[in-house]
């Protein structure tokens, strides 16, 4: 075990938090151990620092380097900030990683960067080459004018290698090559790297310094990650096998020798689902036809045909789906069409099988991957050689690499083919997509917690930790949680009894006059801004409306609406600003988590409903995946609470830590909706939802009568002396 001074030399402030010393001292303990960590702590309670410091000294002591992760834009900022205060105490070598896409100085794909990065080098190193057999030969030249036969004979061969290696020079001068990674590669990059580790840069600094001075700051942040103790990255770093892969070859680590800590925790189911999914647009169906029908290759005529079999059938399916004027009313948002069958094979795939004649789909399939990487190959060496000016991608192998995995996968546990349609904004026509979407996101995360030495998941709202266990794939964590240590008195938490706003009841005018009544109050009698959250954007905009022209409420608030495709950064600085506001949002848009309301920019929380996702058929299938994967797990119905109900809670929780940031704060948080009540829970049964939030947090739940919020409201501001002048009378 770690004495408490050697990891508190990371530590950057003058004393932790409350539970926050005993926390590190049981994450050091745990890796020590090899265990991974489940980590759940409220918001505002120095998770991050909890985790970083043990992990700092324990890979010091071990030769190990840390990786922190997150998937939220302002917890990397808050990562850089922490990493900025260590380094004050105890110099650490920290890199903040970014993908390639926003720090290319050209602005050019994957593909094209390798050729352009391997052509620049060939570049360089024939041009090395050159300059030392100029040196030779004049060396040599000098020998043979004082007489060294020998010298002259070595100079000729010499002179022989030198003509082959300009030629080689000027010919390699015609392909496609990238001065930013050239002048890489010819500089001296120790000033970049002193500059680097002399503090902790974000990619915006690298990319601005990098642009001064002509380089490639993305290939000099590789370059310089072997060897730090600390690296800021995004979930796909360690997501996606592929890029993890080369991201620890940059590191000069295997596996085994990297701590990785993931913020933000229980997004990574999601995101998880989301790199494991495979696409296949009808567009780039129709661009490998046309890339088939250009080849004189004799594979292309089979492969062109299991192609446009599957083109074919992803039309019929979407075509067969539409109602009358449902075509009409298709939007430029990806929308599934249905596509299963009960004990049969989905509907994508009955119609690829009907469509198709042929020799043989495997068959052909294997003709059309083997003939797209040939093609792919060719496209490479012409941009390597300067022919063309873009690295074009083979669609042929794209897409059958794609079918090839859908036929092969469609019926395996987890595995849900889907297909969904939209509208060209451009072209006004609606096109479909084939998708082989993965339910169970432990087949991505289990690999990578295997494969490194340890791993903390940390997040406000991990629990249930059986579940997150399951459903990530670990193997024996350490369990952590530890609730608000902020003072009681700072907060009210109230449940709201008001009708149970299932989407059947949310039409209902009473129930809406009722929850109106509680939003009124809520504002009124909130001593500072509020925050309302909603199911969906549409009751935001239903309740905000409602609000806006009713005058019997808080004459001298501001309500704002969030709203999609608005700025929701400006909002949220508008709305901070003020000191009487109301912001009506969507519990599934970007204020519910990862974005702080501390101190006066927020005081009162209030989540309006249970906001369960939509039910579809894609969420039908991830239900049944973990039916089928965690049954008979405690007795629990595995699909519908690990797939719904708990991640459903968990954005609640989220939400309602926007407020009460610091053991200063204080403010209320109203659940309105009877299914989070202690009456609810004796009399909906399965329909309840309070039993899936920890205990604690259900003790401090208060259940109100709606007309009874604002005394309450009112007494608990009153008492936090909060009122800037008179208080609103009842």
Not at 186 to 199: K, P, T
Not at 487 to 503: C, I, M, Q
Request: hydrophobic residues 35%; proline residues 4%; aromatic residues 10%.
């Amino acid at each position: 075990m770690a004495e408490t001074d050697d990891y508190m030399r990371f530590f950057p402030y003058e004393e932790p938090y409350a539970n926050q010393r005993e926390a590190m001292d049981r994450i050091y303990n745990a890796f020590s151990r090899g265990q991974d960590v489940l980590f759940e702590g409220a918001c505002g309670t120095g998770k991050t620092l909890s985790s970083l410091v043990p992990a700092l000294e324990y890979a010091r002591e071990e030769d190990k380097t840390v990786v922190i992760t997150t998937n939220v834009h302002q917890q990397m900022r808050q990562f850089v900030a922490d990493a900025r205060a260590i380094t004050e105490n105890e110099p650490i070598r920290a890199v903040v990683f970014r993908g390639k896409g926003s720090m290319c100085h050209i602005d050019v794909g994957f593909e094209e960067c390798q050729v352009l990065r391997d052509n620049t080098y060939e570049v360089v190193d024939a041009e090395r080459e050159e300059r030392e057999l100029e040196a030779r030969q004049e060396e040599l030249l000098e020998q043979a004018q004082d007489g060294d036969e020998q010298a002259a004979e070595a100079r000729s061969t010499v002179m022989d290698e030198l003509e082959a290696v300009e030629q080689r020079v000027e010919d390699l001068g015609e392909q496609n090559t990238c001065d930013y990674y050239y002048n890489n590669l010819v500089g001296d990059n120790e000033e970049f790297y002193s500059w680097l580790y002399d503090d902790v840069r974000t990619p915006d600094d690298v990319y601005e310094y990098a642009e001064r001075q002509h380089l490639c700051g993305y290939e000099l942040l590789k370059d310089g990650m072997e060897g730090v103790d600390l690296v800021v990255c995004n979930y796909h770093h360690l997501l996606d096998p592929t890029i993890r892969e080369q991201f620890f070859r940059w590191l000069g680590r295997d596996p085994e020798d990297v701590v990785t800590i993931f913020d933000e925790a229980h997004n990574v189911e999601d995101t998880a689902r989301e790199h494991a999914t495979r696409t296949l647009t009808e567009n780039t169906l129709d661009s490998a036809l046309d890339e088939l029908q250009d080849s004189d290759d004799a594979r292309s005529e089979p492969a062109y045909n299991v192609v446009s079999a599957f083109r074919a059938a992803v039309e019929e399916v979407y075509e067969d789906s539409f109602g009358f004027g449902d075509r009409e009313q298709v939007g430029d948002a990806w929308e599934d069409v249905s596509i299963t069958n009960e004990g049969k094979r989905d509907d994508l795939t009955l119609a690829f099988l009907q469509q198709y004649t042929g020799k043989g789909i495997d068959t052909e399939l294997d003709l059309a991957v083997h003939l797209g990487r040939e093609l792919d190959e060719e496209y490479e060496e012409a941009y390597r050689n300067g022919e063309t000016t873009t690295r074009e991608e083979c669609q042929t192998l794209q897409v059958a690499t794609f079918v090839r995995d859908f036929m092969d996968g469609s019926t395996e546990l987890g595995q849900y083919p889907v297909v969904s349609v939209r509208r060209d904004e451009a072209t006004d026509e609606v096109y479909g997509r084939a998708e082989l979407y993965t339910c169970i996101p432990r087949e991505v995360t289990a690999d990578l917690f295997s494969e490194v030495y340890a791993t903390v998941l940390m997040s406000a709202t991990l629990r249930p930790f059986d579940v997150i266990g399951d459903v990530l794939g670990l193997e024996d964590p350490v369990e952590m949680a530890y609730g608000l240590q902020f003072p009681e008195d700072n907060r009210r938490t109230f449940a709201v009894e008001s009708p149970a706003l299932f989407a059947s009841e949310r039409d209902d005018p009473e129930t809406q006059a009722v929850v109106a009544g509680v939003l009124r109050d809520a504002v009124e009698f909130t001593a500072g801004n509020a925050l309302l959250f909603f199911p969906s954007y549409a009751e935001a905009e239903r309740y905000h409306e409602r609000l806006d022209r009713e005058t019997d409420g808080d004459p001298d608030a501001t309500l704002y609406l969030d709203e999609p495709g608005t700025s929701v950064e400006e909002l949220r600085q508008q709305f901070v600003a003020d000191d009487d506001a109301a912001l009506f949002t969507s519990l599934w848009g970007t204020l519910a988590e990862g974005v702080s309301f501390d101190g006066d920019d927020a005081r009162t929380v209030v989540v309006v409903g249970v906001p369960y996702p939509h039910l579809d058929d894609r969420m039908d299938a991830v239900q049944d995946a973990y039916d089928r994967a965690f049954a008979d797990r405690s007795g629990r119905d595995s699909g519908w609470e690990y797939a719904v109900e708990i991640p459903t809670i968990r954005k609640t929780r989220q939400a309602l830590g926007r407020v009460i940031r610091s053991p200063e704060d204080f403010g209320v948080r109203a659940l309105v909706d009877r299914r989070y009540t202690e009456a609810g829970e004796r009399e909906m049964g399965k329909y309840s939802v309070r039993g899936t939030f920890p205990a604690e947090e259900r003790d401090e739940m208060v259940d109100i009568d709606p007309t009874k919020l604002k005394f309450a409201m009112l007494n608990f501001f009153t008492d936090n002396d909060a009122w800037d002048g008179d208080a609103p009378t009842p």
